[in-house]
């Protein structure tokens, strides 16, 4: 994709996907939705893709639901819209989540100026978040007469910062700034505007380094571990992992890498 409300840039395994509606903050309207779940979608049988790198273009990340443009898309004179109506759009919205956490390839987030809302949704359910000091994120829902918990803000934000925090921020909206989010565990890095994709790019290498099969299991095997009921079903997820990748080719180049002191070269097989 090289234009319109989601840009993609691959090069080298790599994903670069920038969200593109820069003069209304990357608000998320119908068409970025739609976007986002062929997107992430079309990555559960990728193989050529190994890491993706979200972003927004322009001064923020994504200022949530465009809701503008929500309500535009039904007259003030007409009817609500019916019960299975609303949840059929709920879903959409909510699928895109879903479908991050479901694909094998690690999402690093990078968040500057407001990440709001659904924005804010987006960038929870990436693997790793590092923030620019401008950072300014919330869980705006509660703040429109709606839930504080939407699109998976309170199944991501208890895991990552505690209940105490979760609970602050999903039943106040109130925003977390970029310092106090390094703080509390919910971004792995803080640094200056405009210096994200420098920022990542050791986090991108050191995924490039691991092979392909192992980097893609890994992930798979933390989203179980997080909900695993017991200790025993983690060691049999990550059992079940470790005889998948040694039986693989790239497992004996990285030994004979490992022995000779080089970079492996991985061929996912």
């Given at each position: 994709?090289?234009?319109?409300?989601?840009?993609?840039?691959?090069?080298?395994?790599v994903?670069?996907?920038?969200?593109?509606?820069?003069?209304?903050?990357?608000?998320?309207?119908?068409?970025?939705v739609?976007?986002?779940?062929?997107?992430?979608?079309?990555?559960?049988?990728?193989?050529?893709?190994?890491?993706?790198?979200l972003?927004?273009?322009?001064?923020?990340?994504?200022?949530?639901?465009?809701?503008?443009?929500?309500?535009?898309?039904?007259?003030?004179?007409?009817?609500?819209?019916?019960?299975?109506?609303?949840?059929?759009?709920?879903?959409?919205?909510?699928?895109?989540v879903?479908?991050?956490?479901?694909?094998?390839?690690?999402?690093?987030a990078?968040?500057?100026?407001?990440?709001?809302?659904?924005?804010?949704?987006?960038?929870?359910?990436?693997?790793?978040?590092?923030?620019?000091?401008?950072?300014?994120?919330?869980?705006?829902?509660?703040?429109?007469?709606?839930?504080?918990?939407?699109?998976?803000?309170?199944?991501?934000?208890?895991?990552?910062?505690?209940?105490?925090?979760?609970?602050?921020?999903?039943?106040?909206?109130?925003?977390?700034?970029?310092?106090?989010?390094?703080?509390v565990?919910?971004?792995?890095?803080?640094?200056?505007?405009?210096?994200?994709?420098?920022?990542?790019?050791?986090y991108?290498?050191?995924?490039?380094?691991?092979?392909?099969?192992?980097?893609?299991?890994?992930k798979?095997?933390?989203?179980?571990?997080?909900?695993?009921?017991?200790?025993?079903?983690?060691?049999?997820?990550?059992?079940?992992?470790?005889?998948?990748?040694s039986?693989?080719?790239?497992?004996?180049e990285?030994?004979?890498?490992?022995?000779?002191?080089?970079?492996?070269?991985?061929?996912n097989?």
């Open positions: 994709m090289n234009n319109g409300p989601l840009l993609v840039e691959h090069v080298d395994g994903d670069r996907v920038t969200l593109n509606r820069p003069d209304s903050l990357n608000a998320l309207d119908t068409q970025m739609d976007a986002l779940n062929v997107y992430f979608a079309g990555l559960a049988r990728n193989h050529d893709t190994r890491v993706v790198v972003k927004g273009a322009g001064r923020a990340f994504c200022a949530g639901l465009d809701l503008k443009e929500a309500m535009s898309r039904r007259p003030a004179d007409a009817p609500p819209a019916s019960v299975a109506e609303s949840l059929d759009h709920q879903r959409h919205i909510a699928d895109i879903l479908l991050m956490r479901r694909c094998p390839q690690p999402i690093i990078l968040v500057q100026g407001a990440a709001s809302g659904g924005g804010f949704a987006l960038a929870l359910a990436a693997d790793i978040r590092i923030a620019a000091k401008s950072a300014r994120m919330n869980c705006a829902f509660i703040r429109l007469g709606l839930g504080g918990c939407d699109i998976g803000t309170s199944y991501f934000l208890p895991r990552l910062v505690g209940v105490s925090v979760a609970s602050e921020l999903i039943l106040t909206g109130r925003f977390i700034g970029a310092e106090r989010a390094l703080a565990g919910l971004v792995s890095e803080l640094v200056e505007d405009g210096e994200l994709e420098a920022a990542a790019q050791p991108v290498e050191a995924m490039l380094a691991a092979s392909p099969l192992g980097l893609r299991l890994s798979e095997c933390l989203n179980m571990s997080v909900d695993a009921g017991s200790i025993e079903a983690v060691i049999a997820m990550e059992d079940r992992n470790q005889v998948l990748t039986r693989s080719e790239d497992f004996k990285g030994i004979r890498a490992f022995l000779e002191k080089r970079k492996p070269v991985y061929r097989a």
